[in-house]
T-cell receptor, first 113, second 114 residues
Framework: GAGVSQSPRYKVAKRGQDVALRCDPISGHVSLFWYQQALGQGPEFLTYFQNEAQLDKSGLPSDRFFAERPEGSVSTLKIQRTQQEDSAVYLC???????????FGPGTRLLVL | AQSVTQLDSQVPVFEEAPVELRCNYSSSVSVYLFWYVQYPNQGLQLLLKYLSGSTLVESINGFEAEFNKSQTSFHLRKPSVHISDTAEYFCAVIHPGGADGLTFGKGTHLIIQP
């Protein structure tokens, strides 16, 4: 594909529901990052994958957040038992290496009611 | 750990006037610096970056930024803005090895007034 794609673009969940957010990175990109962007704020790092290995998950806000990239390409961010404070835009980015330009997807806007 | 400060949340500027968006960072190790732009209803796009070499870097649409190590700054400038430059601008840093991702500032909303 031409760029990073994410689905769904919008998700409304009732508090307590589980959600799964998908990221398709640019083909061949080794590095994949997830960020959370609250309204009016800059993106904040959640987790990082190098191929299928999750090398850093220090930004995940709680153990309700889980990410995987089992085959080193597509990644899924799962949020269990969603809370209202989880409402945000979730951004995925990929790059050839960690220092090089990160290419961002359009994001998934999650609203928890 | 590193941090990025963008002091101005909004900058209103008249069309064809110059603009400077300020960015300061704090880090105990060397960092790479980036400016990303987010146009209305679009995703983040790289505007320009500094990795090494010349401290003045330029984008294809007339923006430039200068890395100043002594002042730990990476301010973004454009000599003459256009209405199409209306967007949110984010300054970000990453340290070499970067497994903890980019650290972003809170963003500056550039508002171009006709």
């Amino acid at each position: 594909g031409a760029g990073v794609s994410q689905s769904p673009r919008y998700k409304v969940a009732k508090r307590g529901q589980d959600v799964a957010l998908r990221c398709d990175p640019i083909s061949g990109h080794v590095s994949l990052f997830w960020y959370q962007q609250a309204l009016g704020q800059g993106p904040e790092f959640l987790t990082y994958f190098q191929n299928e290995a999750q090398l850093d998950k220090s930004g995940l806000p709680s153990d309700r957040f889980f990410a995987e990239r089992p085959e080193g390409s597509v990644s899924t961010l799962k949020i269990q038992r969603t809370q209202q404070e989880d409402s945000a835009v979730y951004l995925c980015a990929s790059s050839t290496t960690t220092e090089e330009t990160q290419y961002f997807g359009p994001g998934t806007r999650l609203l928890v009611l | 750990a590193q941090s990025v400060t963008q002091l101005d949340s909004q900058v209103p500027v008249f069309e064809e006037a110059p603009v400077e968006l300020r960015c300061n960072y704090s880090s105990s190790v060397s960092v790479y610096l980036f400016w990303y732009v987010q146009y209305p209803n679009q995703g983040l796009q790289l505007l320009l970056k500094y990795l090494s070499g010349s401290t003045l870097v330029e984008s294809i649409n007339g923006f430039e930024a200068e890395f100043n190590k002594s002042q730990t700054s990476f301010h973004l400038r454009k000599p003459s803005v256009h209405i199409s430059d209306t967007a949110e601008y984010f300054c970000a840093v990453i340290h070499p090895g970067g497994a903890d991702g980019l650290t972003f500032g809170k963003g500056t909303h550039l508002i171009i007034q006709p």
